[in-house]
């Protein structure tokens, strides 16, 4: 819907969410659009199995830590990538995460992900695209699963950027690379809302928010998030 301080809707595509079985905002994050995208990309496409090593971009952001949590809860070691030291404590200290990885700091991404992935990638939950996605991929094993959730780092891009041709990799490793569009999967998110209240009342999964106060600092917020000043999922609240 518009960003507008009063909606008017015949409730078509909307859903009643209660207010009594989790707070209103996790119905925008964990239990809405993002929890969906993390539980869904990962079950149904990176297939994810117990001792497999999961990498997942973006990592700090409100999509990439329930993916790492999920993850986890199916035995995984699990590796995050993120952009500051602060959220690579969070992914470890708060979500669960095996390891974390700057990669506004790190040296050389590439071997920084192989020492972090002595066993490889087998799978790659990718969030960002780019230069990252690049060397993640260097370090995939074969049969290795990659659900492509978003390229933030190519959107603002003007020109066409170039990087590894994937093909070779690809074939070479047999890897499975999927995009997904998240309202695909519509008829799969009653039972995936089921899971993941249900885990979330457990205490198995958990997450944060930045919260923005003020319908007039939107602009700024959205602005904010693709600059990764969000902890979580980016909530303005009117």
């Avoid at 999961?54 to 590796?79: D, M």
């Amino acid at each position: 819907m518009d960003w507008k301080e009063y909606q008017i809707s015949d409730g078509k595509d909307l859903v009643k969410v209660n207010k009594t079985d989790a707070k209103l905002s996790s119905y925008l994050g964990i239990l809405g659009m993002t929890g969906l995208t993390a539980y869904l990309g990962l079950m149904e496409i990176g297939l994810p199995k117990k001792g497999e090593t999961l990498v997942v971009s973006g990592a700090g952001g409100a999509v990439g830590t329930v993916v790492g949590q999920i993850g986890k809860l199916h035995g995984c070691r699990v590796v995050g990538i993120t952009g500051s030291d602060e959220k690579v404590s969070l992914l470890t200290s708060k979500f669960n995460f095996d390891h974390a990885i700057n990669y506004k700091t790190a040296k050389n991404l590439k071997e920084a992900i192989k020492i972090a992935c002595p066993n490889g990638v087998d799978i790659y939950f990718d969030n960002v695209g780019g230069e990252i996605s690049d060397a993640v991929l260097a370090n995939i094993n074969k049969y290795a699963r990659l659900p492509v959730c978003g390229a933030i780092s190519l959107y603002n891009e003007t020109e066409i950027q170039l990087g590894p041709r994937l093909q070779p990799i690809i074939l070479t490793k047999s890897a499975t690379m999927r995009g997904f569009i998240i309202g695909d999967l519509k008829e799969k998110f009653p039972a995936a809302i089921k899971q993941l209240s249900a885990w979330l009342k457990d205490d198995k999964i958990t997450f944060s928010e930045t919260l923005v106060k003020g319908f007039d600092n939107i602009p700024q917020a959205f602005i904010d998030l693709f600059d990764g000043k969000n902890k979580g999922k980016m909530i303005v609240e009117i």
